[in-house]
């Protein structure tokens, strides 16, 4: 028996600031389309196992984690992968002890050397929490490092790290192999280094980086990603990570067959 219902979904598909930006009038901004609001990128992975029991896995914990856990009605969470230690990518990590709670166990987390060394730091009162002058409630976790290459198995699921580059941060995406598709998410992405292309060889998906127009040092515009979407060839592109100058509608209209702008709450089944 193999994992099923597998779905990918968007928790969140904005740049940092996140879509309305605070203090900006802009049409985006302003717009009444849902699919112009968008938080902060993070993403959630559902399936069956091999015995039949519900798993969640998050890519990352973005500071609106709250908000899209709440939005898409999780109950629980197995475990979570982290792409970098930027503030965008982590500071919802906090809100994970609710899952301790409800799962009544803890909570594994994987990341590189780096990545997990700055969530010590910053979340000293979770790693460190026998130095809290209080007792306080604060969330469980196992953390784990992951080395690029190796895949790990995550509830019948694949999940190979694979080397990006932000600007000239080394960062990291994920290849999800189920047996019967294969995934990758890949964001915050300005370059993807010669050994990286291999693991994005016979994608069903691809989420890749798309941040804007004009160029920028440490993200994809919107032509160098649809450079890489063709150079990939994956059977379906969603672009994330978007800017408020990005307006779904006008944008989407504009792209090739097999690509798409993602949108909060956009869910992918690829069973």
Known sequence: MTISEFSFTFLGTGTSAGVPVITCDCDVCTSKDPKDKRLRCSVCIRFKDETDQDRVVLIDTS???????????????????FTHNHVDHTFGLDDTRMFNISMQQPLDIFAERRTLDHLARVFQHVFESHKNVNDSFVANLVPHELTVGEPINLFGASFTPIRLLHGRLPIIGFRIDTGKSSIAYCTDVSSVP??????????????LDMLRFRHHPTHLNLDQAL???????AKQTYFTHMTHCVSHAKTESELPLKVNLAFDSLRVSVD
């Open 194 to 207: 010669p050994e990286t292309w291999p693991q994005l060889e016979g994608l069903d998906v691809l989420a």
């Open 227 to 233: 450079e890489i979407a063709e150079q990939v060839g």
């Open 63 to 81: 500071p609106d984690l709250r908000q899209q856990v709440l939005r898409e009605k999780l109950t629980r969470c197995d475990a979570i992968l």
